[in-house]
């Protein structure tokens, strides 16, 4: 599971920092999560080839992290996409991205799919073969959600050595992954516990950002391998989290801790900050895994 | 007077490329002309102060020329501007401005004025004391309109010597420089032609893009000091400017030669072409005073 940072600043793009958008790559999918105005620079920038891009999902619509998705979607256009593209975020999305596509009279040539999101309860908005994403109702000052993308259990583990001692043939590879027990010839039934190992653990990401401080989500996010919470102010401004909608280092860590997280990423940095290791510094004072996001930085869990 | 070009290539934002925009200072006003993509970081990479900015000129709603104005809109509300701001361009482009607003929950505190362009006639849109702004209907996919902007005449120019000969008072100094005669305290009357010079010569500066070769726009831009012209195309897809509606270097220069221009400065190329020195060379073949534009580059004129 890998997460690239594009942008996690808040508020404004400036010369050398970007607003939210990141690009997680899980189970050989990939989402692009938020899509504040420059995203598609940043996609060049790194290297993330336009076309695995097939899913996108916007929390929620204020300016950093949405007006960069109409420029997207209309150099897909330009680059004569013809596969499929979802966007998934809060209703109105639809109408902002089909009325500038109208009044520059240029529709996509390729299938563009809308969900617009209402619920202020979790919802599973996607799911196939690999990975299931889910809402995570966040407190800001418009309608907001987080999402949680969890991959889906993978196949048990053949232990190669026990399935050639048996002369086991190829075909049933397969279905011994699947958790089968075997019929040998002779009529002998082998367990499948004894030819495979348990599956790969399952790995999750949890994107939180805006939100205020706020246990509710707590449930929703237990155990996740890596959680990426917004901590927009360090203890100096935290009087401003609660009129803004936002949370501080420490609220951030303080949610990672309850819900016994594998590692949390912090970022939606104030831009009235120059030096961002301070937001681990406080994080750290509550919870120990902490790592702080960047503009182009990886993170690979 | 002097030019700032933020962006100037087409289509779609790159890593070192920008789309559309530039920054025009004449007569100590300053004027935005069109706002492509992450015009609000060439801006501040440039050094132009935000808050100096009170009139933005959009030629058309194709996205590399417009995506973003909202941005910057919304980034003028987060510094807490208060001057007002006027947005020059055709009909359309305040439903869409005020519809992402709305979605995003954050009305701009500064008064904002939109004034919507509908008429395909030449017309004059914005005129104070130092500056005429007036359209040039263009030739392209969708409604769209130069801007040629014009310096007021200026004041007759004091002969200091001859004045202070005359031992004129300086509360007179104002209307003279109007071009008023001045009576002396014995009564001879001192003709103004005796104690001015002509005012400065008049600039002006004409923005062309986007649009196909059109003469029709020749009248209007007669002798301007500089015209900025379009030109997307090389010769080798000359066969292109038709039905994209755009110009080759070489159309531009035409244009550029029977307008009689003082320079001509070329841009919005095509992001197929890796030297843009080509299009100075193809132009030149018809018009000698030409320049090519590129991001960051500053013309003074």
């Known amino acids: 599971m890998r997460v690239t940072i594009l942008g996690c600043y808040s508020a404004t793009p400036r010369t050398f920092t970007n607003p939210t958008a990141q690009v997680l790559e899980i189970n050989n999918q990939i989402f692009l999560i938020d899509c504040g105005e420059g995203t598609q620079v940043q996609l060049r920038r790194h290297k993330i080839k336009f076309s695995r891009i097939k899913h996108i999902f916007i929390s929620h619509l204020h300016g950093d992290h949405f007006y960069g998705l109409i420029g997207l979607i209309s150099t897909f256009r330009l680059l004569k996409r013809d596969a499929p593209l979802h966007i ?3 209703k109105g999305i639809k109408e902002a991205i089909v009325l500038q596509l109208k009044l520059s009279n240029s529709w996509t040539d390729y299938p563009l799919h809308f969900h617009e999101l209402t619920s202020k309860e979790s919802e599973v908005i996607h799911e196939d073969e690999h990975v299931s994403v889910t809402t995570i109702p966040l407190q800001h000052r418009v309608y907001c959600n987080g999402f949680l993308f969890k991959e ?4 048990r ?3 190669l050595s026990k399935v050639l001692n048996y002369n086991i043939d190829k075909a049933y590879y397969r279905s011994i992954k699947k958790g089968k027990d075997i019929t040998l010839d002779d009529g002998t039934i082998v367990k499948n516990e004894e030819l495979t190992e348990e599956p790969n653990p399952i790995k999750s990401y949890a994107f939180c950002s805006d939100t ?3 246990e509710a989500k707590v449930p ?3 155990g996740v391998t890596a959680l990426y919470h917004e901590s927009t102010f360090l203890e100096s401004h935290k009087h401003l989290c609660e009129t803004t909608g936002h949370s501080s280092a420490v609220e951030a860590a303080t949610i990672a801790k ?3 997280v594998g590692t949390l990423v912090l970022g939606h940095y104030s831009t009235r900050y120059g030096d961002i290791s301070l ?3 406080e994080a750290e004072t509550v919870f120990d895994k902490v790592e702080v996001a960047d503009d182009g930085k990886v993170f690979e869990f």
Not at 152 to 155: A, F, R, T, V, W
Request: charged residues 50%; positive net charge; glycine residues 10%.
């Open 152 to 155: 889906k259990e993978g196949d």
């Open 220 to 222: 929703l996010i237990k």
């Open 88 to 90: 998934y975020g809060p």
């Open 157 to 159: 583990r053949l232990i």
């Open 279 to 281: 937001f681990k510094e």
């Open 258 to 260: 309850k819900a016994e």
């Open 212 to 214: 205020k401080y706020d």
